[in-house]
């Protein structure tokens, strides 16, 4: 903890946990049977966490404690935000897409700002998974982690949710838009 409160003010320390314990007690649907306590002590365990779900929620990814699924060994951070969170929009999918642009290059991309983040970008799986608890992207869209293999032929995967319906699309690889970003996560230990 000494580590993170060194990076952090002891009112963005404060401010930082009491969003995550709020919203958390506010969303109980997305981590059916888990205690903040206990997510709590985590978090101060380990200081990078709090660190990363920090960065995440400046960057407007409004995380909170979910578990995908029935697996409640599995428990993440993961953004839920009502649409793709505004501070990671505007951005291509990768570096190799954004150094590829000739014109017009957007300021980042998806993979590299979730690496500095320390976040994983969310699969079409989890994005689902995500789905489940809520009607997440209806006017926006995210980027999510795409197969090499459509990779490597230049392409992207993004999702967003319309028509009570998760849609997964493909896109260059180099596109970007004002309304897409993307979402990502954190494993808890």
């Known amino acids: 903890m000494d580590k ?10 404060a401010d930082c946990m009491g969003i995550l314990k709020a919203r958390f007690e506010d969303n109980m649907t997305r981590h059916k049977g888990l205690q903040w306590k206990n997510m ?30 029935d697996n409640k ?7 839920c935000s009502k649409e793709s969170p505004l501070g990671r929009r505007s951005i291509c999918y990768d570096h190799e897409a954004m150094q590829g642009r000739k014109n017009n290059k957007p300021l980042h991309n998806a993979l590299d700002m979730a690496q500095e983040m320390g976040i994983e970008i969310l699969t079409v799986e989890q ?3 995500l789905q489940e608890l809520g ?3 209806t006017k926006t869209s995210s980027w999510v982690r795409t197969p090499d293999k459509i990779r490597k032929l230049g392409g992207a995967i993004f999702c967003d949710y319309r028509y009570d319906t998760v849609f997964v699309y493909h896109n260059g690889a180099a ?3 004002g ?7 954190v494993r808890l230990p």
């Open 175 to 177: 596109s970007y838009y």
């Open 40 to 69: 709590e002590e985590k978090l101060v365990a380990d200081p990078d966490m709090l660190g990363i779900v920090h960065k995440m929620e400046a960057s407007g990814g409004e995380p909170d404690v979910v578990c995908l699924g």
């Open 4 to 13: 993170e409160k060194k990076s952090l003010s002891e009112e963005e320390y």
């Open 135 to 137: 009607d997440f992207d």
């Open 127 to 129: 994005y689902r998974g």
């Open 179 to 185: 309304a897409r970003g993307f979402r990502g996560l």
């Open 73 to 79: 060994e599995e428990v993440f951070f993961i953004d």
